[in-house]
Every structure is written in structure tokens, then in C-alpha cells.
């Protein structure tokens, strides 16, 4: 069979090229189509079907054994002989889910060796998931108003509690209402100055925090083991939990400065929303199954962690609206205050108590990861952690902590980070982006309401982009043109804070808790190992598969170390 490059494809040449049987092990020996041309073509031959871009359907009818789109069109004829279909499509479909959808997308671009795919979901949701700069440029720079809303799904909704906080809310003047008061004034320059002695309480926080550890295991251990995951995500949260509520804890805290089981029960229901928000729950491409049935199980699972955090975190809201009202707090110090007395637009409790379950969420999953496989692959190479080291020595000196005014000179320890976003980002996947009204980018039709997600795997480990994409080399992002690295990703040719519209407002913050957590534990002690480091990814996340554990030891003189 011929395969014309300028011509269009038909579903017949489709059926022919899906059954050769290098095509299904992915091995590509057919026709050399260059992918634009491929989504191209299933766009038009869908459109001409009047039925939109679906564009991996036929393949999955002739070829590979993957159930989604198939599953769709027997819905769509559904007869009431099918009922025994549709029993064992509902069974594929949680298989399916079961497994991480984000490694089945990367295997099935893998496959068609396309840069930008099409997977129809339900009867009318089209996921589109983009792994080049040049095509993510084009959503988030070219048509980055058009592609400013969010989804309207349920575990959006559930934590936004009907879409009032920012990150989760679609287009509309919800959104513009919250983004505006984060972006000028909770996360503005001023703010970010106004809440340094909090976060450098927990800083330091951070600091006895370990050296009460080791002090625990000294007749055990030269030095004391210490998970590294436990203490970057704690004090990501608990930096958050500072400046929102003034506090550290919820609960009285445990002996050895550790940390309370109510901030434990805290943490674990934040990673849990985390884990189920925009994580292709079933009943968000078949609307009519919600509230009737959850197949999947991440409805119930998102409640319970909502309930978890509501639980610690409402009551305290509660009295503090209480106090402003009866005139017994009259000084703001801190982002709760800052909350209540906001003015123009005034904001209720619920939008409060709805923004700061998303402020919390926002701010412990990418710092703590960072952080964490920045350690495991510097320990890994001592040569990097030497490095950085050596920088802090140099920047800051042995007499004194490293503080925020240092942060900006650490460049070394900065490109370590941004090596970490790029190559292992804590979500896979950036959170959707969704066109307000049809549109064509780069000569592909995105039909209005389509999920638009740029992977950020895909992006950080692009090989055209990237050399040697999956060696981890800081030194990549020290160019002599930079001077200054800087974590944020305005190119695209990564995702850390994205850009645009919807792109992160808390550049500043996100930036400075990271680089501070790295920074203290790489200054404050050395680190080394019982073992070597595993630096296999988990089965479900691309976290670290085995949690961290290293052994620290005080490199600074005693009394530079704070006491809680
Ligand atoms: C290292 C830390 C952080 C990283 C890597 C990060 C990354 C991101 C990314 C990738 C997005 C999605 C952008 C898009 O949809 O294109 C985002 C959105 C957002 N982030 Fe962050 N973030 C961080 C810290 C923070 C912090 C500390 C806050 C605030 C306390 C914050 C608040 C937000 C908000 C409100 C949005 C949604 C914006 C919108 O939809 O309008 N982030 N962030």
C-alpha cells in the first residue's frame, strides 16, 4: 500500500498500518509518517465523521489492547443486548485506572512517536497532551487566552467546594476574583517580606528538627538516620501552615521537636487530594454515573481526606472570623488575617476556608520532592553534593546560617532544583488547561472544552530538547548568558511553574521554600549513606519509589544550631 505524505489519510490506510504487527509492538518499521501529519489526519477523518478529534480509537479497535476509546463507542450504541458488554467495559475501565494513566499516555505517544495525541475520553471529553516546547509555546504563549479555564470535574469541585479558590476554578469571575487577590496581595513582594521571620522560624525549626533525630540514635549511628522525605514534606507544610495560621501545629506536638499525629493525619490527607485531583476519575467522562457510582473509588477517597483537613483546619478559621468580628484581634500577622480583613472584594468563609485547603496543596508537593531527589542524586554523586557545599562555604561561610538574602547567589544548588523539576517532576502531568471556544493551534482543531495537558515528563525529558535527557546534570542550567538561575520556565522547554494565565503566582514563595530547604540540610550536615541510594521511581508517582533515608551528621559549630 502507498502512503501519500500530502495526501490525506484514510481510515482504511489507518486500518492497514494498525494491523502490521510491528506497528502494535510499537516498533514503527511501517510507513515513516512525520506525527503532525498522523494527529493531523485523525483530526480531519473524525471531523469529517462530525464527531471531533478521537484520535486514538481506530488503533485501539485493530491494534493494541487498550480499552478506553473502545469502551466509548460501544457506549455510544448501546443497546440493551449489551448489557454484559458494558458490565465487563466497566471492569476494563478499572483495570485501566488502576494502573498510572500517565506511563499508558507516555507508552502510547511512545508508539505513535507523536508529540501531541488525542484520547478521547467518555462520549465528549478530548484529552490532548502535548511533550514539545514549540507546540506547548503555542497553547500557553500564542493562545494562552483561550486556553485559561479549568475542567469542571469532581475532585475540583469537591476541594474547591464548588470551584471558590483559585488554582481549581474554570474561567470566570470566581477565578479572577481569587487570582487577583493572591497575585497582589497574599503572594505579592510586600507579603513575601512581611512572612520572612516565619518562615525562618521554621527554618530553623527544620534544623533542631534533625539534630533532636540524631541526637535520639547517638549510641546507635555516627550521626542519625534520617528519612528525608518525612522532614522536607513536614517542613513544606509546616512553612505553610506558619505563615497561614501563625502556628506550627495543630495538635501539641511531639517531644524532640518532632511532629504531632494531627500534623501527620494533615500531611497524609494533602498528599491524598493530591494523588486523586485531576487523576482521570472515571465518572468525569461519563457525568451521568456521578453521584450514582464510584467505580474507581476516588470520591470516597477525596471526601474522607477534605474531612480530614477540614477538621483541623475550619475550627480554627471559624474562631479567627469569630475574634476579627468581636474586635479581639485587631493586628493582621498572618495569611488567615490577611484572609478576613481583606476588602474589595470581601471574601466569605467558605471562599476562605476553600483557598486555604488549596494554598496548603500548592505548596508541599514540588518543593518536597525536589528536594528530596535533589539529596538522593547529589549523595548518589558526591561530586555534586561536594559542589554544593563548596558554594555554600563560599557564599555564605561556616560562622553563619544560610539566609533568604543568600538565596539568590546559590546557583549551583539552585540548578540542582531545576534539574529535579525537569526530570522529576512530582505530577506528571501540568493541570489542564481548557479552551474557552474552538480553536486551531499549530494546524490541529482543539474542539472548546478539551483538556489540554502539557506533560511535564514528556517536556523535561524530550531528547530533542535535552541532551542525554535522563542524566541528572545540574550544570546544564548554568549557561554563561544566565548569570543567575532562576527556577521558573517561561521557554517551556520544561515545566516547573509554567506560565500564562494559570501559570503558578507563587513563583517567589515556592521558589524560596525550596531553595531554603535544600539549602540548610546541604549546610548543616553531612550526609551519607548505610547503603546505595535507590533511585527507582515509584510504580504509581515519579517520586522516589523507597523513601530517602540518609545519615546526617552537624558540620557547623554547635552554637549556630537553634534550639526549639
Ligand atoms: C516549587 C513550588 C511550586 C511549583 C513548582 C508550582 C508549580 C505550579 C504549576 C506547574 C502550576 C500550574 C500552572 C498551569 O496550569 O499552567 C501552578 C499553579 C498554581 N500555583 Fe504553584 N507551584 C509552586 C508553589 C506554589 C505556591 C507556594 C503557591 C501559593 C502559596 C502556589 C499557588 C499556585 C496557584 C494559585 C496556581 C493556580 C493558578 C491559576 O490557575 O490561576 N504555587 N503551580
Request: proline letters at 6%; aromatic letters at 8%; one cysteine or more.
Given at each position: 500500500?502507498?502512503?501519500?505524505?500530502?495526501?490525506?489519510?484514510?481510515?482504511?490506510?489507518?486500518?492497514?498500518?494498525?494491523?502490521?504487527?510491528?506497528?502494535?509492538?510499537?516498533?514503527?518499521?511501517?510507513?515513516?509518517?512525520?506525527?503532525?501529519?498522523?494527529?493531523?489526519?485523525?483530526?480531519?477523518?473524525?471531523?469529517?465523521?462530525?464527531?471531533?478529534?478521537?484520535?486514538?480509537?481506530?488503533?485501539?479497535?485493530?491494534?493494541?489492547?487498550?480499552?478506553?476509546?473502545?469502551?466509548?463507542?460501544?457506549?455510544?450504541?448501546?443497546?440493551?443486548?449489551?448489557?454484559?458488554?458494558?458490565?465487563?467495559?466497566?471492569?476494563?475501565?478499572?483495570?485501566?485506572?488502576?494502573?498510572?494513566?500517565?506511563?499508558?499516555?507516555?507508552?502510547?505517544?511512545?508508539?505513535?512517536?507523536?508529540?501531541?495525541?488525542?484520547?478521547?475520553?467518555?462520549?465528549?471529553?478530548?484529552?490532548?497532551?502535548?511533550?514539545?516546547?514549540?507546540?506547548?509555546?503555542?497553547?500557553?504563549?500564542?493562545?494562552?487566552?483561550?486556553?485559561?479555564?479549568?475542567?469542571?470535574?469532581?475532585?475540583?469541585?469537591?476541594?474547591?467546594?464548588?470551584?471558590?479558590?483559585?488554582?481549581?476554578?474554570?474561567?470566570?469571575?470566581?477565578?479572577?476574583?481569587?487570582?487577583?487577590?493572591?497575585?497582589?496581595?497574599?503572594?505579592?513582594?510586600?507579603?513575601?517580606?512581611?512572612?520572612?521571620?516565619?518562615?525562618?522560624?521554621?527554618?530553623?525549626?527544620?534544623?533542631?528538627?534533625?539534630?533532636?533525630?540524631?541526637?535520639?540514635?547517638?549510641?546507635?549511628?555516627?550521626?542519625?538516620?534520617?528519612?528525608?522525605?518525612?522532614?522536607?514534606?513536614?517542613?513544606?507544610?509546616?512553612?505553610?501552615?506558619?505563615?497561614?495560621?501563625?502556628?506550627?501545629?495543630?495538635?501539641?506536638?511531639?517531644?524532640?521537636?518532632?511532629?504531632?499525629?494531627?500534623?501527620?493525619?494533615?500531611?497524609?490527607?494533602?498528599?491524598?487530594?493530591?494523588?486523586?485531583?485531576?487523576?482521570?476519575?472515571?465518572?468525569?467522562?461519563?457525568?451521568?454515573?456521578?453521584?450514582?457510582?464510584?467505580?474507581?473509588?476516588?470520591?470516597?477517597?477525596?471526601?474522607?481526606?477534605?474531612?480530614?483537613?477540614?477538621?483541623?483546619?475550619?475550627?480554627?478559621?471559624?474562631?479567627?472570623?469569630?475574634?476579627w468580628k468581636k474586635g479581639a484581634r485587631t493586628e493582621t500577622s498572618d495569611l488567615l488575617d490577611a484572609l478576613i480583613t481583606h476588602e474589595n472584594p470581601k471574601l466569605t468563609p467558605n471562599e476562605i476556608k476553600s483557598q486555604i485547603v488549596e494554598l496548603m496543596i500548592a505548596t508541599i508537593d514540588n518543593p518536597s520532592n525536589a528536594v528530596e531527589w535533589a539529596m538522593a542524586e547529589m549523595i548518589n554523586q558526591?561530586?555534586?553534593?561536594?559542589?554544593?557545599?563548596?558554594?555554600?562555604?563560599?557564599?555564605?561561610?561556616?560562622?553563619?546560617?544560610?539566609?533568604?538574602?543568600?538565596?539568590?547567589?546559590?546557583?549551583?544548588?539552585?540548578?540542582?532544583?531545576?534539574?529535579?523539576?525537569?526530570?522529576?517532576?512530582?505530577?506528571?502531568?501540568?493541570?489542564?488547561?481548557?479552551?474557552?471556544?474552538?480553536?486551531?493551534?499549530?494546524?490541529?482543531?482543539?474542539?472548546?472544552?478539551?483538556?489540554?495537558?502539557?506533560?511535564?515528563?514528556?517536556?523535561?525529558?524530550?531528547?530533542?530538547?535535552?541532551?542525554?535527557?535522563?542524566?541528572?546534570?545540574?550544570?546544564?542550567?548554568?549557561?554563561?548568558?544566565?548569570?543567575?538561575?532562576?527556577?521558573?520556565?517561561?521557554?517551556?522547554?520544561?515545566?516547573?511553574?509554567?506560565?500564562?494565565?494559570?501559570?503558578?503566582?507563587?513563583?517567589?514563595?515556592?521558589?524560596?521554600?525550596?531553595?531554603?530547604?535544600?539549602?540548610?540540610?546541604?549546610?548543616?550536615?553531612?550526609?551519607?549513606?548505610?547503603?546505595?541510594?535507590?533511585?527507582?521511581?515509584?510504580?504509581?508517582?515519579?517520586?522516589?519509589?523507597?523513601?530517602?533515608?540518609?545519615?546526617?551528621?552537624?558540620?557547623?559549630?554547635?552554637?549556630?544550631?537553634?534550639?526549639?
Amino acid at each position: 500500500m502507498e502512503y501519500s505524505m500530502t495526501g490525506r489519510f484514510t481510515i482504511e490506510d489507518y486500518r492497514y498500518y494498525s494491523r502490521q504487527p510491528s506497528f502494535k509492538e510499537g516498533k514503527d518499521n511501517g510507513p515513516k509518517l512525520k506525527t503532525r501529519e498522523k494527529v493531523n489526519i485523525d483530526l480531519n477523518v473524525e471531523l469529517e465523521n462530525g464527531k471531533g478529534c478521537s484520535f486514538v480509537w481506530m488503533h485501539l479497535v485493530e491494534g493494541f489492547k487498550l480499552p478506553s476509546v473502545y469502551i466509548i463507542r460501544l457506549f455510544n450504541k448501546y443497546t440493551s443486548k449489551q448489557v454484559g458488554v458494558m458490565i465487563q467495559i466497566l471492569n476494563e475501565m478499572r483495570l485501566l485506572l488502576k494502573q498510572p494513566i500517565f506511563k499508558w499516555i507516555e507508552k502510547l505517544m511512545e508508539n505513535f512517536k507523536t508529540p501531541i495525541l488525542c484520547i478521547q475520553l467518555g462520549p465528549s471529553t478530548h484529552v490532548i497532551i502535548v511533550t514539545t516546547p514549540e507546540l506547548a509555546c503555542e497553547f500557553l504563549h500564542k493562545q494562552d487566552e483561550i486556553f485559561m479555564s479549568r475542567p469542571e470535574i469532581l475532585s475540583a469541585e469537591l476541594v474547591s467546594d464548588g470551584y471558590l479558590s483559585a488554582i481549581l476554578a474554570p474561567f470566570g469571575d470566581q477565578w479572577r476574583k481569587m487570582r487577583k487577590v493572591l497575585h497582589e496581595h497574599l503572594l505579592s513582594s510586600q507579603s513575601h517580606r512581611w512572612l520572612e521571620p516565619k518562615r525562618n522560624e521554621e527554618a530553623n525549626h527544620l534544623l533542631s528538627y534533625i539534630c533532636n533525630q540524631i541526637a535520639k540514635q547517638e549510641n546507635v549511628v555516627d550521626g542519625g538516620l534520617i528519612n528525608i522525605r518525612i522532614v522536607s514534606r513536614h517542613f513544606c507544610a509546616n512553612v505553610m501552615t506558619k505563615i497561614v495560621f501563625g502556628t506550627r501545629l495543630f495538635g501539641d506536638g511531639m517531644e524532640a521537636g518532632g511532629s504531632a499525629e494531627e500534623e501527620g493525619a494533615h500531611l497524609t490527607a494533602l498528599f491524598t487530594i493530591l494523588k486523586y485531583l485531576y487523576a482521570f476519575c472515571i465518572t468525569d467522562y461519563f457525568p451521568w454515573l456521578r453521584g450514582k457510582i464510584d467505580i474507581d473509588g476516588h470520591e470516597k477517597k477525596t471526601r474522607k481526606a477534605l474531612e480530614i483537613i477540614r477538621k483541623y483546619q475550619d475550627p480554627l478559621i471559624d474562631e479567627r472570623i469569630r475574634m476579627w468580628k468581636k474586635g479581639a484581634r485587631t493586628e493582621t500577622s498572618d495569611l488567615l488575617d490577611a484572609l478576613i480583613t481583606h476588602e474589595n472584594p470581601k471574601l466569605t468563609p467558605n471562599e476562605i476556608k476553600s483557598q486555604i485547603v488549596e494554598l496548603m496543596i500548592a505548596t508541599i508537593d514540588n518543593p518536597s520532592n525536589a528536594v528530596e531527589w535533589a539529596m538522593a542524586e547529589m549523595i548518589n554523586q558526591p561530586v555534586l553534593l561536594e559542589r554544593a557545599v563548596k558554594e555554600l562555604d563560599c557564599v555564605v561561610g561556616r560562622n553563619r546560617l544560610v539566609e533568604e538574602r543568600d538565596l539568590p547567589q546559590l546557583n549551583y544548588l539552585k540548578a540542582c532544583i531545576k534539574e529535579c523539576f525537569r526530570l522529576h517532576p512530582f505530577a506528571p502531568l501540568n493541570p489542564p488547561h481548557v479552551p474557552i471556544k474552538d480553536t486551531t493551534v499549530a494546524g490541529y482543531l482543539i474542539p472548546k472544552g478539551s483538556h489540554v495537558m502539557l506533560s511535564r515528563r514528556g517536556l523535561g525529558r524530550n531528547p530533542d530538547v535535552w541532551e542525554d535527557p535522563l542524566r541528572f546534570d545540574p550544570e546544564r542550567h548554568l549557561t554563561w548568558e544566565e548569570s543567575r538561575v532562576v527556577l521558573s520556565d517561561d521557554d517551556l522547554t520544561m515545566i516547573s511553574f509554567s506560565t500564562g494565565k494559570r501559570g503558578c503566582p507563587g513563583v517567589v514563595l515556592g521558589s524560596t521554600i525550596t531553595t531554603m530547604l535544600l539549602a540548610r540540610m546541604v549546610q548543616g550536615f553531612s550526609w551519607g549513606l548505610l547503603c546505595k541510594v535507590d533511585l527507582a521511581e515509584g510504580n504509581d508517582d515519579p517520586c522516589l519509589a523507597k523513601p530517602l533515608v540518609a545519615v546526617a551528621k552537624p558540620r557547623l559549630p554547635n552554637h549556630l544550631y537553634p534550639e526549639d
